[in-house]
């Protein structure tokens, strides 16, 4: 069996959905997944995936899961189709705003900071509700809050990334319960090549995966 099939298995067991993440990888190896039936792809980059987009077939799904810079807001809002990174409420504005003129509704996911890195981007937890608080005043009416994507830590250590991962699932409850309890807030992108069987261990229903399909990054 491929790669992609046990872990489209393992997946399916979870309930959870498969962001395939090709930044770096060529049209062509996307074409290649692509015509293993596989739709929803990943790009941590604006500029990739304009460049790409237009040489793919028009019903990929694109998924930014890459930091967000707010000039950048206009060139994906007329098409993405999940932002997962989104860790301001500027930004959240922005992206509002070019979703009204694109006349579309944008989903969005609140990226959390759960590792020890301070690499990472994200928001901690006290903006996190009080983002979440001014969302569900509903100000936003061109945004849909779908969920929350988190990264776990970078390291061998799996009790670690388990109890980050752990944290973060309690964290999207306890949303869910006090904000979101009457929209579509179902979504919680957790998990990559490295971790991604302990993600969905931990409550995931979206995993974020690149090298283990298309092999070792350059
Ligand atoms: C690159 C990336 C991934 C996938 O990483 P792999 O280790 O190749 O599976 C997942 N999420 C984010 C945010 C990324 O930037």
């Not at 967000?68 to 992206?95: C, T």
């Not at 699932?169 to 919680?188: A, H, M, V």
Request: glycine share 6%; charged share 30%; proline share 1%.
């Amino acid at each position: 069996m491929s790669v992609l099939d046990q872990i489209t298995n393992l997946l399916n067991k979870h309930h959870a959905q498969l962001v395939a993440v090709s930044k770096t990888y060529s049209p062509d190896r996307i074409k290649e997944i692509y015509d293993r039936g596989q739709r929803v792809f990943g790009e941590n980059r604006v500029q990739e995936i304009l460049e790409k987009k237009d040489l793919l077939p028009g019903d990929i799904q694109w998924h930014l899961i890459g930091h967000l810079q707010r000039n950048k807001v206009k060139y994906i809002a007329p098409f993405i189709s999940l932002i997962h990174s989104v860790d301001s409420e500027r930004l959240l504005r922005e992206i509002n705003r070019q979703a009204e003129r694109s006349n579309r509704t944008i989903d969005i996911l609140l990226q959390v900071f759960i590792a020890e890195e301070d690499t990472k981007h994200g928001l901690d937890e006290q903006e996190l509700f009080a983002l979440s608080e001014t969302i569900s005043q509903g100000e936003f009416q061109n945004i849909q809050c779908r969920g929350l994507m988190g990264m776990a830590t970078y390291t061998e250590n799996e009790d670690r990334v388990r109890a980050e991962f752990r944290k973060l699932k309690k964290i999207f409850d306890s949303l869910k319960k006090e904000y979101f309890n009457q929209s579509n807030f179902d979504t919680l992108s957790m998990g990559m090549s490295g971790d991604y069987k302990i993600a969905l261990e931990e409550g995931s229903n979206m995993v974020r995966i690149g090298s283990l399909i298309f092999g070792k990054r350059n």
